[in-house]
C-alpha cells in the first residue's frame, strides 16, 4: 500500500497545479454602472434597456419588496456575507461600439465562446443545437433564430423578447416564480439582466436542441439572469444551460431564476452543466449560486424533467422544482452534485402534487470530497385534491474522504390517503472491494475512482443529451481529481 | 434541582416558547401548545387518591415492580412490596435528592441542555418532583420497573415531572412508563427524563401512552450510551390528544449498540410529533430506528428523524425507517427522515414511505374469502406489529399486540381493563 | 359448474379477451393451453373478480349464480380457488391468522360457528402434510420469504384448507422442479372428488401428465380456438402452436 500512497500523493501535487479550465478572462471594453444598489440603479438598468413602464414597475415592486426581506438562513451552508452595495449590477460588454446598433460582435467576444467551445457562427455550430450567449448583462449573440422562426418557434434573449413579443412575456414573467418567493428571486425580479426566451407553439417539436451558455466576466459584478421557457399544447423542447466564469479571489454572485410554463401534453426536458468558478482549493473565491429555478406544469399530461450536473461554484444554493397542477402531469429530477475543497452545495427539488394522478421522481447523487458539505434538500408535497399521486425518490451520497460532509434533508407533507410517497437514501464510501478489483485488473486507484464514480452518477448522466453526458463526464473526472489518498 | 432553576429561567426568557419557524418544532405550535391557562400546583396539594385502588394493570402476567406518580408527584404511600436488589433506587426525585445527592448530582441536568430547548428549561424551572431510578455497578434487575403516571385534577391542570435514570456499568433493568389521565380535564404534561447507559448496561425503555383527547403531552428525553452498552426503547402512542416526543440518543461509547422504535395510532384529531436525534459521536456504534404511523380521520403525524454522524466516527452503522399509512381524507403526515454525515467510513440508510395498505395482498385475502374489511386489519396489524415485535418483554409483546387490534377494532377506548378510566 | 359465455374483457382499455365460452360440468378437469399474452390469466382473474379487469360483454355463471355480480370473498365463499401464478407475499399476517381469518370467513358465508382455536391448528397441521408443508413456515408470515416451490405448496395447502368445488391453477407448475411438481400434483389429486373441478393453466404436459384433464382447450389471441381430448396437449408438446395458429386462418 506504501507505494500507493507515494503515487497518490504525486497525483495530488500534479493536479493542484492544474488549474480550472474555464479560469481566463477576456479584454473588452465594459460598460459598467457604478457599484450599489438603490432604486435609481433599478431605473437605471430598466432604462439601459429601454423597457416598457409595465417592467419598470414590476422591477421596483419587487425591489421594495427584497428591502423588507432577510437573507434566508435555513440551508446547510457557511454563506459569507454579502455586501450588496459593493457590487455592479450592470455590465455590458457590447456596448464597444455606443449608437451602432451592436451589429457587429466584437472579436474578442467571439474568441472567447470559442475558447469555450461554443462557437457563435452557425455553420462551425455544433450540429442540432441553437445557442444564446449570455456575457455578464447582456446576451451576446443567438444563433440560428432564422431557422427556428420558420417553425414559428421563439427563441431570443429576454431584453429582445420584452421588446418584441411584450404580451407574451408580460403573461408569463414572474407567473410561476414571483418576486415575493425568496430573497433572492425578490433581488433578480428588480435588477435581472439578460437570459433567454424561449416560446414552443402549439403541435411544434423543436428540431433542435436549444441551450444558453452563461459567462460572468467583469470584476466585482454579479449575473442575474432570467429565463422564460413556455411549452404551448402539445410543444417539446430540449433546453440546455452551460456556465463558466473567470478565477477572481473575490466571490462572484449569480442569483436567477428560471420559469417554465408547461400547458396540455407538452414535455420540456431542461438540462444543465454547471460548471462556475468554484474557488480555490484553499476556498478562495468562488461563485455564489443563488437560483431559483421552476417549472409549472398547467396542463394535463404534461411533462417536465429537471436534469443537472452539479460540479462548479463556492456555494449552490438551488432547488429546481416543479408545481404538477395538471391531472397526469410527470415531473423528474434528476441531479449529480460534485463537491470538493471548500465548496457548499445544498440542493434538492420541490414536487409539489395538486393535479389528479400525478407523477414525480426524484433521483439524486451526492458526491463529496475534500472539505466540502453536500446536502440534499428535497420536498414532496401531496395537496387534498392529488388523489394517487405518486413520488419516488432516491438519494445516495458518498464521501470521498473524512473531512468532508454527506447531507439528506428530505421534507415530505401529505395529505391525500391515496397518495403513494417512496423515499430512499443511503450514505457510504466507494467500496473497497470494487477498488481492489479494478486495481487487480490493473486499473491505478485514480481512474478506478473516476470510473466508480461515473458509474454511480450513470443514471443522471444518461438523462444528459449527448453532447452534454460527455463533458459531463469529464468534469466530474475533473472535479475529483486528488480526492483518494 | 434548585441550583439550575434560575439559569433554566434566564434560558427560557431569552427563547420564549418555539413557534413553527424553529425548525424542530415545524410541525408542532409550542407557542399554541402552552397558551391556554393551566392551573400549577404550587402548593403541592396531596390529591386524595389511592392508586392501587383505580389502576389494575391490564397486561397479564406482567409482574412488575408498580410505582405510581399522580401528577408531578411520586407516590411514596403506594410503593410495591417487592423487593428489590440491594443498592437499587426507585423514587422520588426530590426526596432522592436530599437523601442521596451523591447519586444524583454528577447526572442531573447533565444532558437536558436548557440553553438548548425551552421546554427543558421550562421544565428545569417548573419541575417539583419526578422519578430516580438508579441501578448500580453490575446489578441486574430481573423485574421489570413499571411507573404509572396518572393525571388527576378537578380543574385543567399542568404536570411537569422529571425523569432520571441511572444504570451504572454492567447493570440491566426494564423500565415500562404507563401514561393515563384520569379525568375528562384539560391536561398538560411535560416531562423531561435524563437515561445514563453506563459501559456494558442494557436498558429496555418502554413507553405507553393511552390518555385522552384533551391532553397534551412534552416529552424531552436524553439519552446517552457508554462502551458496549444496549438501548432497546419503544415509545407507543395510542390514545392522546397532542403529544410531542422530542428523543436524543448520544452514542458516546464505542460499540454502543442502540435500537430506537415507535408506533403512533391515530384517529380524530389526534396529533403526534415525534422528533429524534441520534448522534453517533464515537466510532463503531450502531443505531436502528423504525417509526410507523396508521392516520385515520383527521388526525395529523409528523416524524422527524436525524442521524448525526460526527467526524472521525467510522465504521458507523445506522438504519432509520419511517412507514406511514394515511386512511382518510384528512389525515396529514409529515415525515422527514434526515442524515447528517461527516465520516467516510460509514453505512448509513434511512427509507420513509406514506401510502395504503398493499392492493396485492388485499385482493389475495379477498380471494381466500376474507372480507375486504378484515384483510384490512390484517394488514394494519401486520404493519404496527413489526414494530411490537421489537419490543422484548414478552408479556408486554403480546398484550400490545392484542391492544392494538382491539384498537383497530374500535373497540377500545383505553388500556382495557384499567381502571383508571372507569 | 362453471359457465363462461361470450366473455370479452380488458385491462387499461386494451382487449384481452374476445369472446370465452367455456364450460366446466362437476367432476371435470379442463386443461387451458396457450403462449404468453393469449389471455390465460386474465381468464383466471376474471372468475376470480380482480379489480383491474374490466369485464365488457358476456356472463360468468356459477352452479346458476351470476359470478360478476359477486365480490372476490363471495365467490371464494361459493367455492372457487385460484392457486396464483405468482402469490404475493404478505409480511407481519401470520399463516395461522391468515387461514383462520379465511377458514372462519367461509364458515359464517354458510352460517356455521367459527371454529375453536384447537380445532383449526389440528386441521392446519393435518392438511400440511398434504403438501408436506413445513411447520415453519407456517409461522412465518404468509408466502414470507417462501421459495419459490413452497409458494405453490402453500396454495395447494390453502386449497386443502380451504375445500373449494372449482379451482383454477394458473401455472402451478412454473418454477418447480420435478420432485415438488410431483408433491404439488399428488397434493391436488388427493383432494378432487366428483364434485369438484378444476381449471389448468399450463405450458407444458408436464403437470398435465400427473392431473390427467378430461378437456384440452388452447387459447389463442383471447379467443379458445380449439377443443380436444389429452391427446390435443400431446400434440402440442410435440408441435407447438403454430399449426392450430394456422388451422384457425390466424
Not at chain 2, 257 to 266: P, Q, R, Y
Not at chain 2, 309 to 331: F, G, I, M, R, Y
Request: net charge negative; hydrophobic share 35%.
Amino acid at each position: 500500500m506504501g507505494e500507493s500512497i507515494v503515487r497518490d500523493n504525486e497525483y495530488v501535487r500534479e493536479v493542484a497545479q492544474k488549474q480550472y479550465a474555464y479560469g481566463f478572462t477576456t479584454e473588452v471594453e465594459t460598460d459598467i454602472i457604478d457599484k450599489g444598489l438603490n432604486e435609481d440603479v433599478v431605473r437605471l438598468i430598466s432604462q439601459k434597456k429601454g423597457e416598457p413602464e409595465w417592467l419598470l414597475e414590476f422591477r421596483l415592486k419587487a425591489y421594495r419588496h427584497w428591502l423588507t426581506m432577510t437573507e434566508p438562513a435555513w440551508a446547510h451552508l457557511r454563506m459569507p456575507k454579502i455586501d450588496y452595495q459593493s457590487i455592479s449590477y450592470y455590465a455590458d460588454p457590447t456596448a464597444r461600439k455606443k449608437g451602432d446598433e451592436k451589429k457587429e460582435i466584437d472579436p474578442e467576444l467571439m474568441k472567447t465562446f470559442d475558447k469555450l467551445g461554443i462557437p457563435l457562427e452557425e455553420r462551425l455550430a455544433l450540429s442540432g443545437m441553437a445557442v444564446d450567449a449570455v456575457m455578464d448583462s447582456v446576451s451576446v449573440k443567438t444563433t440560428f433564430r432564422e431557422k427556428l422562426s420558420e417553425k414559428g418557434i421563439i427563441f431570443c434573449s429576454i431584453s429582445e423578447a420584452v421588446r418584441e413579443y411584450p404580451d407574451l412575456v408580460r403573461r408569463y414573467l414572474g407567473s410561476v416564480v414571483n418576486y415575493r418567493d425568496n430573497y433572492f428571486a425578490a433581488l433578480n425580479s428588480a435588477v435581472f439582466s439578460d437570459g433567454s426566451f424561449v416560446y414552443i407553439p402549439k403541435g411544434v417539436r423543436c428540431p433542435m436542441e436549444l441551450s444558453t451558455y452563461f459567462r460572468i466576466n467583469a470584476r466585482e459584478t454579479g449575473q442575474f439572469e432570467r429565463t422564460l421557457i413556455v411549452a404551448d399544447d402539445d410543444a417539446y423542447v430540449s433546453y440546455l444551460e452551460g456556465c463558466t466564469a473567470p478565477m477572481r479571489d473575490e466571490n462572484q454572485l449569480h442569483a436567477a431564476i428560471v420559469e417554465i410554463v408547461v400547458m396540455d401534453r407538452a414535455e420540456v426536458k431542461y438540462s444543465t452543466v454547471q460548471n462556475w468558478y468554484p474557488g480555490d482549493s484553499e476556498g478562495k473565491g468562488g461563485v455564489l449560486n443563488l437560483v431559483t429555478k421552476r417549472g409549472l406544469l398547467k396542463g394535463e399530461n404534461s411533462r417536465l424533467s429537471w436534469t443537472q450536473v452539479e460540479t462548479g461554484s463556492a456555494i449552490t444554493w438551488k432547488y429546481p422544482s416543479c408545481v404538477l397542477m395538471g391531472d397526469g402531469s410527470q415531473a423528474e429530477f434528476y441531479s449529480v452534485a460534485v463537491t470538493n475543497n471548500f465548496q457548499q452545495a445544498d440542493t434538492g427539488t420541490k414536487m409539489i402534487h395538486l393535479g389528479k394522478n400525478t407523477k414525480s421522481t426524484i433521483i439524486s447523487k451526492g458526491i463529496s470530497a475534500g472539505r466540502s458539505e453536500n446536502s440534499y434538500r428535497g420536498l414532496v408535497k401531496v395537496g387534498k385534491q392529488a388523489d394517487n399521486a405518486r413520488n419516488y425518490t432516491s438519494c445516495d451520497s458518498l464521501l470521498l474522504g473524512s473531512t468532508c460532509g454527506a447531507h439528506t434533508f428530505p421534507y415530505m407533507d401529505v395529505q391525500n390517503p391515496t397518495a403513494v410517497v417512496e423515499h430512499e437514501a443511503t450514505t457510504s464510501k466507494i467500496s473497497e472491494d470494487q477498488l481492489f478489483y479494478c486495481r487487480q485488473r490493473g486499473i491505478p486507484t485514480e481512474d478506478a475512482v473516476g470510473l466508480i464514480v461515473n458509474g454511480y452518477a450513470k443514471d443522471v448522466i444518461n438523462k444528459l443529451p449527448m453532447e452534454f453526458a460527455v463533458e459531463a463526464q469529464k468534469l466530474l473526472g475533473v472535479s475529483l481529481e486528488g480526492t483518494v489518498g | 434541582m434548585n441550583a439550575l432553576r434560575e439559569k433554566a429561567y434566564v434560558d427560557f426568557q431569552r427563547q420564549g416558547f418555539p413557534t413553527r419557524k424553529v425548525e424542530e418544532y415545524r410541525y408542532t405550535d409550542m407557542e399554541e401548545v402552552f397558551a391556554p391557562d393551566y392551573g400549577v400546583n404550587l402548593q403541592r396539594v396531596q390529591f386524595p387518591v389511592n392508586p392501587h385502588d383505580i389502576f389494575k394493570c391490564s397486561v397479564p402476567n406482567l409482574s412488575t415492580s408498580l410505582y405510581f406518580m399522580v401528577n408531578d408527584l411520586f407516590h411514596n404511600s403506594v410503593m410495591p412490596k417487592t423487593q428489590l436488589p440491594e443498592g437499587v433506587v426507585v423514587g422520588s426525585l426530590c426526596q432522592q435528592a436530599l437523601e442521596h445527592p451523591e447519586l444524583l448530582q454528577p447526572y442531573y441536568g447533565r444532558l437536558a441542555k436548557t440553553e438548548a430547548d425551552s421546554v427543558t428549561a421550562l421544565n428545569t424551572m417548573l419541575a417539583q418532583d419526578g422519578l430516580f431510578i438508579y441501578i448500580p455497578k453490575n446489578v441486574v434487575v430481573d423485574k421489570t420497573i413499571q411507573v404509572v403516571n396518572i393525571l388527576r385534577s378537578d380543574v385543567d391542570l399542568m404536570a411537569n415531572r422529571r425523569v432520571l435514570i441511572v444504570l451504572e456499568q454492567g447493570a440491566q433493568a426494564k423500565v415500562l412508563f404507563c401514561d393515563h389521565a384520569m379525568d375528562e380535564r384539560s391536561f398538560l404534561a411535560t416531562q423531561v427524563c435524563e437515561v445514563f447507559v453506563g459501559e456494558n448496561a442494557h436498558l429496555e425503555l418502554y413507553d405507553l401512552e393511552a390518555t385522552h383527547l384533551q391532553s397534551r403531552r412534552v416529552t424531552n428525553t436524553y439519552v446517552r450510551q457508554q462502551s458496549y452498552s444496549t438501548l432497546n426503547m419503544c415509545t407507543i402512542t395510542m390514545h392522546n390528544g397532542l403529544t410531542r416526543n422530542t428523543l436524543e440518543v448520544d452514542l458516546a461509547g464505542q460499540y454502543a449498540e442502540t435500537h430506537v422504535n415507535g408506533c403512533v395510532v391515530a384517529d380524530k384529531q389526534q396529533h403526534v410529533d415525534n422528533n429524534t436525534l441520534i448522534r453517533h459521536s464515537v466510532p463503531n456504534c450502531q443505531s436502528n430506528e423504525l417509526y410507523k404511523y396508521v392516520l385515520d380521520d383527521s388526525s395529523v403525524g409528523a416524524f422527524a428523524g436525524k442521524v448525526l454522524v460526527v467526524a472521525d466516527a467510522q465504521k458507523t452503522v445506522s438504519n432509520e425507517v419511517n412507514a406511514n399509512l394515511c386512511a382518510s381524507p384528512d389525515a396529514r403526515m409529515y415525515t422527514q427522515p434526515m442524515l447528517e454525515i461527516y465520516a467516510d467510513d460509514v453505512k448509513c440508510s434511512h427509507g420513509s414511505t406514506v401510502g395504503q395498505l398493499n392492493e396485492q395482498a388485499l385482493f389475495y385475502m379477498r380471494q381466500r374469502g376474507i372480507s375486504e374489511a378484515e384483510a384490512r386489519l390484517l394488514l394494519k396489524f401486520a404493519f404496527v406489529g413489526e414494530v411490537i415485535d421489537s419490543i422484548k418483554l414478552e408479556t408486554l409483546r403480546d398484550r400490545l399486540h392484542y391492544l392494538m387490534e382491539k384498537r383497530f377494532r374500535g373497540e377500545l377506548s383505553h388500556c382495557e381493563g384499567c381502571k383508571v378510566h372507569n | 359448474m362453471l359457465e363462461i359465455r361470450n366473455l370479452h374483457a380488458s385491462i387499461n382499455g386494451k382487449e384481452i379477451l374476445k369472446g370465452i365460452n367455456l364450460t366446466v360440468n362437476d367432476g371435470e378437469v379442463h386443461a387451458l393451453m396457450g403462449q404468453n399474452g393469449a389471455g390465460k390469466s386474465t381468464l383466471s382473474n376474471i372468475i376470480v373478480g380482480h379489480p383491474a379487469y374490466e369485464v365488457t360483454t358476456g356472463e360468468i355463471l356459477f352452479n346458476g349464480k351470476d359470478v360478476l355480480a359477486m365480490s372476490p370473498e363471495e365467490r371464494a365463499h361459493e367455492g372457487i380457488f385460484l392457486s396464483f401464478q405468482q402469490p404475493v407475499e404478505i409480511p407481519g399476517v401470520s399463516m395461522v391468522n391468515f387461514m383462520r381469518a379465511a377458514v372462519n370467513a367461509k364458515r359464517k358465508y354458510q352460517g356455521q360457528e367459527p371454529m375453536t382455536a384447537g380445532d383449526f391448528l389440528k386441521l392446519m397441521r393435518e392438511k400440511r402434510k398434504l403438501v408436506e408443508l413445513d411447520s415453519k413456515l407456517a409461522n412465518r408470515g404468509v408466502n414470507e420469504g417462501f421459495s419459490g416451490g413452497e409458494k405453490k405448496r402453500n396454495e395447494i395447502f390453502q386449497m386443502a384448507m380451504l375445500e373449494p368445488t372449482f379451482s383454477i391453477l394458473d401455472e402451478t407448475d412454473s418454477g418447480l422442479d420435478v420432485d415438488a411438481l410431483r408433491i404439488v400434483a399428488e397434493g391436488f389429486n388427493l383432494l378432487r372428488t366428483e364434485k369438484t373441478s378444476a381449471l389448468v393453466i399450463t405450458h407444458y404436459q408436464r403437470l398435465l401428465d400427473y392431473l390427467k384433464p378430461d378437456i384440452v382447450h388452447v387459447l389463442i389471441d383471447g379467443r379458445i380456438v380449439k377443443t380436444g381430448t389429452p391427446e390435443l396437449a400431446l400434440e402440442i408438446e410435440n408441435r407447438g402452436f403454430d399449426w392450430i395458429r394456422e388451422e384457425a386462418g390466424l
